[in-house]
Every structure is written in C-alpha cells, then in structure tokens.
C-alpha cells in the first residue's frame, strides 16, 4: 500500500505539469494574437518594374495583349519591337500602355528594353496600291515577310492591297508593310484608294564596265564600246533622277510581271560578266540607286566582290561565259553542252549567290533548250538582249525567261535614252 506522502508528492507533479501546459496554451494564444496585429512589411516592386520599361522595347516571348480592363484581347510574336506611352510607373503597375496600338496593353514582365527601334523597311510606300481592299475576319493575324508572328487582333480590318501574293496580301499597318494570310480574309471589295496607275512597262538598263576618265591606265584599258566613263554614267543617273523613276530591285521586277504589285515608272538597272565596275557601284552608292550585277562566278568570287547595300549579285553562270563552246553565235555553252554539265554549273553558280533564281545568258545567246535547262535548275527569271523590233521593256505578262534589255553603249546620247524611258506611260 502507497504511503500518503507518496501521493501527495505525485499530485504535484501532476498539479506543476498542468500548470506548465496552460502557461505554453496561453503564450501560444498571446503570440498568435500579437502576430495577427502585427503590418507585415510591404515589398516594393518599383525598381524592378521600371527595370522593363522604356520608350522602346522588345518583346521576350509571345505574349498576351490585354485592354485596359485586363481581357485578353489578342497576341503579340516575340522580338517584336514596340514603342510605349508615357507612364508614371509605381509599385501596383502590372501592364504597359502600347503607343504603336492604341488600346492595348502588355505585362511589364513581357518586355524588355531596347535603345531604339530598328529601323523598317518602308519601300513599299514607293508602290501603288490597288484600288481593291481586304475585309479581314474577327481575328486577324499580321506577319513579317518571313511569316514570324507580329499581332494576332481580335478584330476586323479594311484595308488597302499593296501586294496581292499567292496566299497571302501585303498591307500598310502601324506605318510598317506586313502580311495577312488568306484563311484570315473575309472577302475583297473595290475601293477607290489612288488614281495613280500602273506602268505601263519597266525599263531595263544593260551596262558592262566602268572606268574614271580622269585616269590614263584605266581609260587606256577600257576602251571599247561597253566602257563607260564615269562622266557618262553619272549623267546617266542625273537623268534617271530627273525623271523620279524608281531604281527596282529584281524580286520587284518580278512581282510587277506576276500583276503582284503595281508600279511608278521604274528602271531595272543591270551590268554583265562583274570586271571593271567598283566606279559604277561607287556612283549608284553615292545616288543610293539599286542595281544588279549578272556574276560570272568562276571569274570572281561572290564573298570578295565589291558590293553595298544597293547592289544585288545574280547569275550570269559559273563558267559558261566562254567563246565558242556552242557552234551558234559566240558559242555560250547554255545551248548546246550536255545536261549534266549544264545543270553542274547553274548549281555551283546558285550555290555561290545565295540560290538566286535570276540569270542572264552569256552573250545574250540562248534557245528551247537553254530555257528548259534553266527552269530544271531552279531559276524563274532570265535577261537576254535587245530587239530592234521590239520596245525593249518589260510589261506585265512578259515571257520571264526572254526579258529583253535596252544596251548602252559609250556613244549612247541622254536623248536616246529619254526617248527609251518615254514609251513608259
């Protein structure tokens, strides 16, 4: 049997144990109450917001574009340059103000800064539009020229054709030419948006070498017919300035004959075989006037060519620029050398030029079996010569392998070469 003092002990130690437990209980509760009244620190966003935002910016990913209650209200592509609006940014700011569309909005996370915007391409203001115009459906999307996303706009649009593609038409948008895809066309409709008209043709100049006339050496060694002092060519593009013709660049040319773009009166300027021509390349630099140079590749290396930013280097073969080769004419070898040596030169001499799908036929000569040799290559446009019974331009509709060139020589006056310009109406 347990004594009493035994007892009186344990209960004390019980009493002491509950005791303790309470006084956990009630600094539990007292904790919890103080913690609850207790103003948490407040986060401040501020710098990092402001670490996106500037008055140009770029997209990071494709993102989402809001309105200003927060709805989804289209996409945007990434790496899509953007300039904002003006804002007062502060620790609550989670959207930026597009300038470049008004009404929309981007996340700031969706952003990042840039220094100034690139700078866009706007030659397609020098085209004419059509007097026909998209109506787009309630969703539009909006494309480069290389088909990468810009918007996608939960909207419709009516807007002027600039450029009628296969599947898809150029339009003028945020002052910049973009695409809308066929499946997003609602329909087309007349519409009265210019009374300029297409040309009637494009004229096409055919020059060969260059020389400065103020040097002896280089007049001494260029002194046959197709040598052209500078004096001469600057005259020549004093003319062409005179006139406000449009110097094209060769896919232009060929959408005007495909009717897949309208033009002002406009010169195709082209120069044969590449020797002799860093004082020509020099003046349509200085005039920024475009031209093409038809390269024979295996005279000159495509990577070491003199060019800028207005020249355009297409073929003029790899190495079938050689006298007599063919029994016909000078003998270019396009019209008579087997297949598989034809189609192994147009190969390397694509290859070399960034696959162009431009050529000029040596010598101008050509036939049946040389066109068919070109198109088995890939290419989808070709130069001869000029025709004395023909106007020597090219219309829309030409034959695109027989594209005929007006040929300046060094005795060709400023009156012939108006007299050429002005059967273009």
């Known amino acids: 049997m347990k004594s009493k003092k035994n007892s009186k002990s344990n209960n004390k130690v019980i009493i002491f144990c509950l005791i303790l437990f309470l006084i956990v209980i009630i600094s539990f509760m ?19 917001i402001e670490n996106h935002y500037n008055e140009f910016v770029k997209t990071n990913k494709e993102s989402i574009l809001y309105n200003n209650k927060e709805e989804e209200i289209g996409k945007i592509g990434k790496d899509v340059e953007l300039t904002l609006n003006n804002m007062n940014i502060d620790k609550d700011t989670e959207y930026f103000s597009i300038k470049d569309l008004e009404g929309y909005y981007i996340k700031y996370t969706d952003v990042d800064k840039i220094d100034k915007l690139a700078e866009v391409n706007d ?13 787009t459906n309630d969703k539009t999307s909006f494309y480069d020229e290389e088909d990468n996303l810009i918007y996608t706009l939960n909207k419709s649009f009516d807007l002027p054709i600039i450029i009628k ?154 190495h079938m620029h050689e006298v007599g080769d063919c029994p016909t004419g000078q003998g270019g070898g396009i019209q008579c050398l087997d297949e598989k ?59 695109k392998f027989k594209l005929r060139r007006f040929v300046i020589v060094n005795y060709t006056t400023l009156n012939d070469l108006t007299k050429y310009f002005d059967q273009i109406k």
């Open 123 to 135: 030659r397609y203001k020098n085209y004419i539009p059509f007097n026909k115009n998209i109506v």
């Open 341 to 399: 040596t034809i189609q192994e030169d147009l190969r390397t001499s694509r290859e070399k030029l960034n696959n162009t799908t431009y050529f000029c036929y040596p010598f101008y000569e050509y036939n049946e079996y040389s066109i068919k040799m070109l198109k088995e290559a890939g290419f989808t446009m070709a130069f001869i010569g000029e025709s004395t019974n023909s106007d020597n331009l090219i219309h829309v509709g030409s034959d």
């Open 165 to 318: 593609e296969d599947n898809k038409y150029g339009v003028e948008f945020n002052d910049r030419l973009l695409y809308i895809k066929n499946e997003d066309v609602k329909e087309t409709k007349e519409n009265y948006n210019t009374d300029k008209t297409n040309s009637t043709g494009i004229s096409v100049l055919n020059y060969h070498a260059f020389y400065d006339e103020n040097d002896a050496e280089a007049s001494a060694n260029c002194n046959t017919s197709i040598c052209h002092s500078k004096k001469q060519f600057r005259s020549q593009l004093e003319l062409i300035k005179e006139k406000g013709m449009l110097t094209l660049k060769m896919k232009e040319v060929e959408m005007y004959i495909d009717g897949k773009v309208r033009l002002p009166k406009s010169v195709l300027i082209t120069i044969d075989d590449g020797g002799r021509t860093k004082d020509g390349i020099d003046l349509l630099t200085e005039y920024k006037m475009y031209a093409t140079i038809f390269l024979v590749t295996s005279w000159f290396d495509p990577k070491d060519y003199y060019k800028t930013e207005y020249i355009e280097l297409h073929s003029h073969s790899h």
């Open 30 to 48: 007292v904790l919890s109450i103080k913690s609850k009244n207790t103003v948490m620190p407040i986060i401040d966003n501020t710098k990092k």
